[in-house]
């Protein structure tokens, strides 16, 4: 399995407080995703990085932030977190882009009240 | 942009028996089309894939098969066993290079 890890696994919080799930590789691969999952969307581009403090928009990346400091670490932070940002959030990672293979993390379930 | 469509939404079958799951894509400029399974509890992984300039690609009991002219692709899994139950996922290559990914498909293995 590619070394991909998310922390928190699980988090439970409250509307308008402010969330960041980490993202940790240690593949040395260039691009990171941040990916939400919900029932009959299956997964939904949110931000992705190709490269340290380089990053871009996905399909869903309103009230989204991100910040890649380092290679193998990549944050996703929910500024203030809404009902409808509860989700499973999946990492994954890939060499290059396109048609390259992207590895996923475990996941991290959140659930906002 | 580049929209996917994926069907069913669940598939129940009989071990031993063949799974077809289907998707289209909206696209034509899309060159690039990986399938992933994701099994409870964990992220998805890349089974298999194939590029336009490909019309069939197979890797033991499974296949996938492109038809750029109808813009559909399909994941072929044949003498399915128990551990085939998971969820399917099929994904189309945008012109930004980001994958769009289907709704998925929950395969059932009924013993």
């Known amino acids: 399995d590619a070394g991909i890890t998310q922390s928190p696994r699980h988090k439970v919080t409250e509307t308008g407080t402010p969330v960041t799930l980490r993202c940790h590789q240690t593949e040395n691969h260039r691009y990171m995703y941040w990916y939400r999952q919900d029932p009959g969307h299956g997964l939904r581009l949110i931000h992705y990085?190709?490269?340290?403090?380089?990053?871009d928009k996905g399909e869903v990346s309103d009230g989204y932030s991100v910040s890649r400091s380092k290679t193998e670490d990549f944050l996703l932070t929910l500024e203030s977190a809404t009902s409808s940002q509860t989700s499973v959030y999946f990492c994954a990672i890939s060499e290059t882009s396109g048609t390259d293979t992207q590895y996923f993390g475990p996941g991290t379930r959140l659930t906002v009240l | 942009g580049e929209n996917v469509e994926q069907h069913p939404s669940t598939l129940s079958v009989q071990e031993g028996d063949s799974a077809v799951i289907k998707c289209t894509y909206s696209d034509s400029a899309s060159n690039y089309f990986p399938w992933y399974k994701q099994e409870l509890g964990k992220g998805p992984q890349l089974i298999i894939d194939?590029?336009?300039n490909v019309g069939e690609k197979k890797d033991q009991r499974i296949a996938v098969t492109l038809n750029k002219t109808a813009k559909h692709f399909s994941l072929h899994i044949t003498e399915t066993q128990p551990e085939d139950s998971a969820v399917y996922f099929c994904?189309?290559?945008?012109?930004?290079?980001?994958?769009?990914w289907g709704a998925g498909t929950k395969l059932i293995i009924k013993p």
């Open positions: 994904a189309a290559k945008d012109s930004n290079y980001q994958l769009i």
């Open positions: 194939i590029r336009s």
């Open positions: 990085s190709y490269g340290v403090k380089d990053t």
